[in-house]
């Protein structure tokens, strides 16, 4: 079936550093999104990238959909955002269930 | 801006109660999927209807069934519940004109079976 993989599994993160969270996926996707999975169990929806890069204040986001991968970069992390990443595929032809990886386990620690 | 509004945010029942969770999707959305995340896990798609019809579906076991109404909203209805049904739910809606099926989630249902 149609896997989509998260690395690392676990982060642990001196707050003001940096890093970089990967996903691949096995089919192209129409679109892929990340997500972030506050302590509090609320998915906040990160970004929509299905290709390309964007940003948004100290995330930002590349998908390469030819090779199949996306990353997703945390500048100067900060104590909120701890808690859990995931990379999700929708795939084509319309009312698409979206398919989590497992996610990137985030801790932040002052 | 609008978004998903689930009902209740928390619900606790006993062995082989029932229970109904609700999902209101964003105006104009015509699609809404269910989702369930047990405890460490990633959340893993049910089903999902477009147009008051099933459109998909997935790991949903039998003693649940959802519907679409006419106003969009949807229902799920969990029967005999188990322990193990014990998770998070999420409602995500989107709307069929939208190319790339972006998919919004709402703020889920906390399920304890005791």
């Keep these: 079936g149609i896997q989509v993989e998260q690395s690392p599994p676990d982060l642990i993160l001196q707050e003001g550093a940096n890093s970089t969270l990967r996903c691949n996926f096995s089919d192209s996707v129409n679109n892929l999104q990340w997500f972030h999975q506050n302590p509090w169990g609320q998915l906040i929806n990160l970004f929509y990238i299905p290709s390309g890069t964007k940003q948004n204040g100290r995330l930002s986001a590349t998908t390469v959909a030819t090779e199949r991968y996306s990353l997703l970069y945390i500048s100067s992390s900060q104590t909120t955002d701890s808690g859990v990443y995931f990379c999700a595929r929708i795939g084509w032809g319309g009312y698409q269930k979206v398919t989590f990886g497992i996610g990137t386990k985030l801790q932040v620690i002052p | ?114």
Aim: charged share 20%.
């Design chain 2, 1 to 114: 801006a609008a978004g998903v509004i689930q009902s209740p945010r928390h619900l606790i029942k006993e062995k082989r109660e029932t229970a109904t969770l609700k999902c209101y999707p964003i105006p104009r959305h015509d699609t809404v999927y269910w989702y369930q995340q047990g405890p460490g896990q990633d959340p893993q798609f049910l089903i999902s209807f477009y147009e008051k019809m099933q459109s998909d579906k997935g790991s949903i076991p039998d003693r649940f069934s959802a519907q679409q109404f006419s106003d969009y909203h949807s229902e799920l209805n969990m029967s005999s519940l188990e322990l193990g049904d014990s998770a998070l739910y999420f409602c995500a809606s989107s709307f069929s004109g939208s190319v790339l099926d972006e998919q919004y989630f709402g703020p889920g249902t906390r399920l304890t079976v005791t």
